[in-house]
T-cell receptor, first 115, second 109 residues
Framework: EPEVTQTPSHQVTQMGQEVILRCVPI?????FYWYRQILGQKVEFLVS????????KSEIFDDQFSVERPDGSNFTLKIRSTKLEDSAMYFC?????????????FGPGTRLTVT | GQNIDQPTEMTATEGAIVQINCTYQ??????LFWYQQHAGEAPTFLSY??LDGLEEKGRFSSFLSRSKGYSYLLLKELQMKDSASYLC??????????WGAGTKLIIKP
C-alpha cells in the first residue's frame, strides 16, 4: 500500500530559527495538506495546496509559514522564525481529489520542539 | 462558527461494545470521517459517511443523520489495542476537514 513519508521524525530547534518540514506524498495524489496538532489538542488545518498553489489556508497559516513543492515530488512546510507555540506534531496529508469520497492519507508526522 | 462536539473520554471493557457520539455544526457538509489516533501517531482512517444511515466495516460501524447533525462510531468486540483517541471530522463546503477534539477511549480488561 502506498505511503506518505515525512522527514524528520523529530526536529528540535531554538526560538527564532527557521525549520523546513518535508513530505513525500503518494505519487498520483494531487492535493496536499498540512495540519498541526499541539500535544493534547485537536488536529488543526493549516493549508491546502494544488497545482503549485495554495488553495486554502487557515488563520494559523500567517506570514511565518510557507509551502512549496520544490522538485515536483517533495512537499515542504517552512516556518521562518519559530516560536515556542509552534511546538506541535505536523502532519502532511494528501489525496487524489478532494471532491471524491476518499479519505486523506496522513504521513507519520514530524514532532517539532521549539526551545 | 463551525463546531464539532464529542465526549472527551470514555471507558469500556474488553469484549464489550461502545458507541462514541459526534455532533456537528459546519458551513456545508461534504461527508463525515472517523479516524483512530494512537498517542504520538498520525490519524488513521476508519470510516466515511456522506448519506444517512449505517456503514459497517468489520468490528466498526458508523452512523450518520444529516438532519440532526449527528454521527456515532460503534466499536464491537473491543480489544485492548482499540485503546486510542477517536476523531470525528467533517468536510465542509470548501472541502476542508473540520476536526473534533477527539474521544479518548480506555479499554479495561
Amino acid at each position: 500500500e502506498p505511503e506518505v513519508t515525512q522527514t524528520p521524525s523529530h526536529q528540535v530547534t531554538q526560538m527564532g530559527q527557521e525549520v523546513i518540514l518535508r513530505c513525500v506524498p503518494i505519487s498520483n495524489h494531487l492535493y496536499f495538506y498540512w495540519y498541526r496538532q499541539i500535544l493534547g489538542q485537536k488536529v488543526e488545518f493549516l493549508v491546502s495546496f494544488y497545482n503549485n498553489e495554495i488553495s486554502e489556508k487557515s488563520e494559523i497559516f500567517d506570514d511565518q509559514f510557507s509551502v512549496e513543492r520544490p522538485d515536483g515530488s517533495n512537499f515542504t512546510l517552512k516556518i521562518r522564525s519559530t516560536k515556542l507555540e509552534d511546538s506541535a506534531m505536523y502532519f502532511c496529508a494528501n489525496l487524489p481529489h478532494p471532491e471524491v469520497p476518499y479519505e486523506q492519507y496522513f504521513g507519520p508526522g514530524t514532532r517539532l520542539t521549539v526551545t | 462558527g463551525q463546531n464539532i462536539d464529542q465526549p472527551t473520554e470514555m471507558t469500556a471493557t474488553e469484549g464489550a461494545i461502545v458507541q462514541i457520539n459526534c455532533t456537528y455544526q459546519t458551513s456545508g457538509f461534504n461527508g463525515l470521517f472517523w479516524y483512530q489516533q494512537h498517542a504520538g501517531e498520525a490519524p488513521t482512517f476508519l470510516s466515511y459517511n456522506v448519506l444517512d444511515g449505517l456503514e459497517e466495516k468489520g468490528r466498526f460501524s458508523s452512523f450518520l443523520s444529516r438532519s440532526k447533525g449527528y454521527s456515532y462510531l460503534l466499536l464491537k468486540e473491543l480489544q485492548m489495542k482499540d485503546s486510542a483517541s477517536y476523531l470525528c471530522a467533517v468536510r465542509d463546503s470548501n472541502y476542508q476537514l473540520i476536526w473534533g477534539a477527539g474521544t479518548k477511549l480506555i479499554i479495561k480488561p
